[in-house]
């Protein structure tokens, strides 16, 4: 895998040649797009920019895709048009965005993004602030509004591959940085000095990665290169920035091989630190429950089927879950309790650098909190349980524990026979377990009566959902 990833390259020192003014242009006999085969839409907005004056391509994604023979997520528009002209173009525009400044198009439930060409940004903090742009003191763009050329435009934009612009009316292709030529060389290429562009967003970092995972590309060496050394600047990044680009790693369908590049370069650390530390003590986490989660994930993306997030961060999370309530144990605290109490605080932990909202982490709660109900399976409890909406990804994640050999005394097997059982099979299976006194949770139980105040006050501590 590293080896893929390092590919040496053939131009060592080639970030050090910049952009030319002139792209090379492939002419129809030299490429493989068809305007057919793009959103009628996009097409349709190109034409009418182009016919009221103003340059305009598809770019981005679906053309680097559409390459590779790939289905894009979506069409990006770039223009010489700025936000407002576009707008007066359109009566289905809109303008969004504070980073970026975008123009939504609606057609009905499609929408076309055209983004104005923008250009780079002045490298030192002075010069910065005395522009439309602005960069903190480490060289992070904070604001990017700066318009351009479409040379400038191309300049800007992170890895070659993306920067192809399209042209469906003349049917050329403007590479102006050798994209076709990594393209066809499965290359992941930063433009420009790769140090550089990652200080000014260290979110290039994740989209390498990203990228890498979705093309099976190799990462070119000196784009490479760099990011173990700034990798911890993505804990400058705004959580909520964070949480979107990890929802577009794993829930893309290449969550697995994400995960993998992802530990390969050192990235996971600074994302999920708590569960990084913990599968440094219990390695095996990393090839058993997480793999096993993501590989899932990936296989329910391609039957279509639907993907929580909750379920994934609550994979990503268990191992430092039960290294913190191990501790907790450790101190005296009851099994139970320490798991309510270290489930609160990895949870705030975690949010501080990846905004997960709370509809995720009140599900995520649930799902752990279900792990341990499970064990009380006497009387009504086994059908209730049953009945919760959350019962089937609270059994997959059972399943996933197994997975990593942790002992749960056939837990897994049973709930598995007795959701294939017939209500009479059920109420023996329920039988069987009154005989042996349901014992875990017996057990259990009488030793939180005997701590009932002590119970009280570190429930109420923690914020957590009892039974
Ligand atoms: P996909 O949509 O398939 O995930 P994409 O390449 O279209 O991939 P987007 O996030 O939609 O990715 O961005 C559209 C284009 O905008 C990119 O292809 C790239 O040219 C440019 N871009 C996006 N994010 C950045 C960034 N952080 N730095 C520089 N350019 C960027
Ligand atoms: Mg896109």
Not at 119 to 129: D, I, L, T
Not at 292 to 304: V, Y
Not at 357 to 382: C, D, H, V
């Amino acid at each position: 895998m590293l080896k893929k990833l390092f590919q040496s390259f053939r131009y060592p020192l080639r970030y050090t040649q910049h952009i030319q003014g002139t792209p090379k242009v492939l002419n129809s006999d030299q490429h493989s797009l068809e305007r057919a085969k793009f959103s009628r839409y996009a097409v349709n907005i190109i034409e009418r920019l182009q016919n009221a004056g103003y340059q305009a391509y598809l770019v981005g994604g679906c053309v680097r895709d559409m390459l590779l023979n790939i289905t894009p997520k979506d069409f990006d528009v770039a223009t010489s048009a700025t936000p407002e002209q576009i707008r007066n173009e359109f009566r289905n525009a809109r303008i969004i965005g504070r980073r970026f400044k975008l123009v939504h198009i609606h057609f009905g439930r499609e929408i076309i993004e055209v983004a104005t060409f923008r250009a780079h940004h002045p490298q030192n903090y002075e010069a910065a602030n005395t522009n439309q742009s602005s960069r903190n003191e480490s060289g992070r763009i904070l604001r990017d509004n700066v318009y351009g050329t479409l040379e400038e435009d191309a300049q800007r934009r992170d890895f070659t591959i993306n920067a192809l612009y399209y042209d469906p009316v003349s049917n050329h292709i403007l590479d102006y940085d050798n994209g076709i030529h990594d393209i066809r060389n499965n290359l992941i290429c930063l433009i420009g000095d790769p140090m550089q562009r990652y200080q000014e967003d260290p979110v290039r970092m994740l989209r390498a990665v990203r990228f890498a995972a979705k093309l099976n590309f190799g990462i070119e060496k000196h784009t490479a290169a760099p990011i173990h050394n700034l990798a911890p600047m993505l804990r400058e990044i705004p959580s909520a920035r964070l949480f979107e680009e990890v929802l577009k790693m794993f829930l893309s369908g290449y969550a697995a091989n994400t995960f993998k590049i992802l530990v390969d370069l050192q990235l996971f650390d600074p994302l999920f630190r708590a569960s990084a530390e913990a599968l440094k003590y219990n390695p095996i986490y990393t090839h058993t429950l997480i793999s096993e989660a993501l590989i899932r994930t990936d296989l329910r993306i391609k039957q279509n089927k639907s993907v929580t997030p909750a379920f994934l961060f609550a994979a990503l999370l268990w191992p430092a879950l039960l290294m913190r309530a191990l501790r907790l144990q450790e101190r005296g605290m009851l099994p139970k309790l320490a798991m309510q109490e270290a489930a609160h605080k990895l949870i705030i932990e975690q949010c501080q650098h990846i905004t997960i909202p709370k509809r995720f982490t009140m599900l995520i709660r649930e799902i752990w909190n279900i792990q341990e109900r499970m064990l009380y399976r006497s009387g009504k409890r086994a059908d209730l349980l049953l009945n919760n909406p959350r019962f089937r990804a609270s059994y997959d994640f059972l399943l996933l524990r197994e997975s990593a050999g942790e002992q749960t005394g056939g837990l897994g097997e049973w709930w598995t026979n007795y959701q294939n059982a017939n209500d009479s099979q059920r109420r023996n299976m329920i039988h069987n377990l009154d005989s042996k006194r349901d014992r875990v949770g017996d057990d259990l139980k009488k030793r939180c009566s005997n701590n009932t105040k002590r119970r009280h006050s570190s429930i109420n501590a923690a914020g957590a959902a009892s039974e």
